[in-house]
């Protein structure tokens, strides 16, 4: 498997991914829902059937039925992120995610069997709550047992999940959309229903999840933690190296538990935990206002709309494509993490998006001066390379580096802040992009533009390279605050390395003993 993945840790990685597929598919879902005119839309108000044209055409309230159906899925997520700062530090990882993929089952079920636009916005609602707990837990959970050495390998797999979650999603609502015609109840019910499928594994899997050790460390379990730590690398408790890593970690908590969980006042009076968490909450913000959720929520409209193809005809199966792509194209990205490290993913990353957000404005303007289809085709390359960029980078890479960056006596704190504030943008986005694109056409994609370029700018000044280094010695980087630099300077590196040098000694006495 690996020097440092055995069988163990990548079941449980894979376990964790399955939490973010399920997001994946709720994203990636109303995209086509939206497209099911004659079905989904005429049971949810928002297309009326025309019968002297013979067409489905769009309700007077139809933005603002998308404005509420959109967002009751980010609205429960932030709920969820709530919900678990009072479970993640007080039943622990494993019980919050259990708890979470039962929330995930039963929003399924109020989806997929309602007969109201109240009940499917109330599934979406119960179902965000539960991806409030899963999305953020799943990545603080891997990083917290995975060694360094692939801690952002692990990381990247969750996103993985995420798009394998929105293709999966896209191609299964397309194949509903296009081969279920006759009977229009059971179009979007099926269509919907897939859902039962990620989330009833969900469900049944997340019980073999072993607790994180350093979960137990925080509860003063040290030999259940001991027993958990070999259990997941697969070897005994008695061997050196997981003696050895044991006692590194275990120094590492007691250290930071010495002063105690850290206090709502002392969070944000702390200059090194304030401009930690001040970054952290930029990047989520960043992570919606990149306009990921305008290409995936609107991407088969901004076909029909802004490039003049046949929506019944390419606009479903082009998404479908698109998610295809981001989802193989990401998969190299497991290792790419680990070899250029966070900082320059997210510099690279915004830089691209930026110009892809440019490119797509100036091609649905040349598109609509000329007709000329052409550039819209090329345009549809350029949604196609977003995807990629974006599943390459910002799409894994914010929540990795935020698992990372604070110590396990103020995580549950400072993740839960800087969780709200992704769902808090994310609602923004997806509540007012229609409206926005409503009045400003194509020229929407000029903000979120702005956004992106920003997003490289903050990126290169305030974000500072966690690749490789212990999450007990995340302070020797953040110590000083802002006045860091960006990368480990020769003081921090010796500091690690006396550490080491004491673990090391650790490791021949007890060989010799």
Not at 120 to 126: D, L, N, W, Y
Not at 228 to 234: C, E, F, P, S, V
Not at 396 to 412: G, L, N, T
Request: proline share 2%; hydrophobic share 45%; with cysteine.
């Amino acid at each position: 498997m690996g020097k440092y993945m055995n069988k163990r840790l990548l079941f449980y990685t894979v376990i964790n991914s399955v939490g973010a597929f399920i997001f994946g598919w709720e994203t990636t879902m109303l995209n086509i829902l939206f497209s099911m005119r004659a079905s989904f839309g005429a049971k949810f108000g928002l297309y009326t059937f025309d019968p002297k044209r013979h067409f489905w055409a769009e309700s007077e309230d139809k933005h603002l039925r998308e404005m509420i159906i959109t967002p009751s899925f980010t609205f429960g997520g932030i709920f969820g992120v709530i919900l678990n700062l009072y479970l993640m530090d007080s039943i622990g990882r494993t019980k919050s995610l259990r708890i979470g993929s039962i929330i995930y089952f039963i929003g399924s079920c109020l989806q997929v069997f309602g007969n109201s636009i109240v009940t499917f916005i109330i599934g979406r609602a119960i179902s965000g709550a539960a991806s409030g707990i899963a999305l953020s837990l799943c990545n603080i959970y891997l990083a917290e047992i995975s060694p360094k050495q692939i801690r952002g390998t692990t990381g990247i797999a969750c996103a993985l999940g995420l798009k394998g979650g929105m293709f999966i999603s896209a191609l299964f609502e397309t194949l509903c959309l296009k081969l279920i015609t006759k009977n229009m109840t059971a179009q979007w019910r099926v269509a919907v229903g897939g859902l039962l499928v990620p989330s009833t594994l969900f469900l049944i899997f997340v019980w073999f999840l072993p607790e994180s050790p350093r979960y137990l460390l925080l509860k003063r379990k040290d030999e259940k933690a001991l027993n958990n730590l070999a259990h997941i690398r697969q070897k005994e408790t008695t061997d050196p190296s997981i003696l050895a890593e044991f006692r590194g970690i275990s120094m590492g908590v007691k250290k930071q538990l010495a002063h105690g969980i850290i206090s709502w006042k002392a969070l944000f009076n702390t200059k090194s935990v304030l401009y930690r968490l001040i970054v952290s909450i930029v990047l989520q913000l960043l992570h919606q206002f990149v306009g990921i959720s305008v290409i995936g929520f609107y991407s088969t409209q901004i076909y029909s709309k802004y490039l003049g193809l046949s929506l019944q005809q390419y606009g479903a199966w082009l998404n479908t494509l698109s998610q295809f792509i981001s989802f193989i194209l990401a998969i190299p990205a497991i290792h790419f993490v680990e070899k250029v490290g966070r900082r320059l993913l997210f510099i690279w990353g915004a830089i691209i998006l930026g110009i892809c957000m440019f490119a797509i404005y100036g091609l649905c303007h040349i598109v609509d001066a000329t007709g000329i289809k052409a550039f819209g085709w090329i345009c549809v390359g350029f949604i196609y390379l977003f995807n990629i960029a974006y599943s390459w980078t910002w799409a894994s890479v914010v929540y990795v580096w935020q698992a990372e960056v604070f110590p396990i006596r103020m995580r549950a704190k400072a993740t839960t802040i800087g969780n709200i504030f992704h769902h808090i943008a994310g609602m923004l986005v997806s509540s007012t992009t229609t409206t926005i694109m409503k009045y400003i056409s194509y020229y929407t994609f000029i903000i979120y533009g702005v956004f992106c370029l920003l997003g490289a700018l903050f990126s290169y000044l305030c974000v500072k390279e966690t690749k490789g280094i212990p999450l007990e010695e995340m302070d020797y980087l953040y110590g000083g605050g802002n006045s860091q630099p960006k990368v480990p300077t020769e003081d921090i590196q010796k500091k690690i390395e006396d550490d080491k040098n004491v673990i090391k000694k650790m490791e021949r006495d007890i060989t010799e003993a």
